[in-house]
């Protein structure tokens, strides 16, 4: 049974992005049931829930690269349900994929050359040295082949490359994934930073207390469904959904 807090987010504001009982699968098995959910101008919401739950799946599917078979989904209140990856990146979405799929052989320079796009109208720029603001550690390997870089380096090369699109919402996959727990604390300081910025996100993750110091809101899958929806304060107060459905 779907379980939902009683003083989430205020549903008279529409939100950046909306996403309206979408169905995926993936050939004869249904892996997203009827999922909705809705983001904020400058809010941070989490996907969160066990491996294999269907958070990166709602993730490729906001981003079109895994479309819905049925639903709506709705960017700045247009429809984009089966619109290509390519050109919602052109229109404001950045997806940072849990394999972070940095190219092994080019320069971290070239990595994020390779991502730039124009400025978009009363957003301010992200530059190189807006990028190395946030993170710095980038700025030293500047000419070292990205294939080269640690596996913390890599994922915040893999989000500073995302930047470089000027997208006004990022989709964040596992950003703590495989991650040293050293390294975790600081990825997780820059995705403070960057929300901060006034982009908005949506960070799919299984590490909950990762999610609880970051999020907004959260909303908790399991087999492809959400069962709960709250603000972080709620989930953190609420032992029954995290005993349920979060603790391995």
């Not at 990856?85 to 229109?91: E, G, T, V």
């Not at 640690?150 to 989000?159: A, E």
């Not at 727990?181 to 990762?210: C, W, Y």
């Amino acid at each position: 049974m779907t379980m939902f807090s009683a003083s989430i987010w205020e549903e008279s504001s529409m939100g950046i992005l909306q996403v309206e009982g979408i169905n995926v699968s993936y050939g004869l098995s249904k892996v997203l049931h009827n999922v909705s959910l809705k983001v904020g101008k400058g809010e941070l919401v989490a996907l969160v829930g066990r491996n294999g739950v269907g958070k990166s799946t709602t993730m490729r599917a906001i981003m079109g690269i895994t479309p819905s078979s049925s639903g709506q989904i709705l960017w700045k209140n247009r429809p984009i349900t089966k619109r290509a990856s390519h050109l919602n990146a052109r229109d404001g979405l950045g997806y940072v994929p849990e394999e972070r799929r940095v190219f092994g052989s080019l320069t971290v320079w070239e990595n994020l050359d390779v991502a730039r796009r124009p400025p978009r109208e009363g957003l301010e720029p992200w530059t190189e040295e807006r990028v190395f603001a946030l993170f710095p550690d980038l700025e030293h390997f500047l000419t070292r082949p990205a294939g080269l870089l640690s596996g913390g380096q890599q994922q915040m090369l893999t989000i500073a490359r995302t930047l470089m699109g000027n997208p006004e919402l990022i989709l964040l996959d596992e950003p703590s994934e495989g991650v040293a727990p050293l390294i975790v604390a600081q990825i997780g300081k820059k995705i403070r930073e960057l929300r901060d910025t006034g982009v908005s996100i949506i960070m799919a993750e299984q590490n909950l207390d990762f999610v609880l110091n970051l999020s907004d809101r959260c909303y908790v899958l399991e087999k492809g469904m959400i069962v709960y929806h709250g603000t972080a304060a709620e989930l953190r107060d609420n032992e029954e959904v995290q005993n349920r459905y979060l603790h391995i």
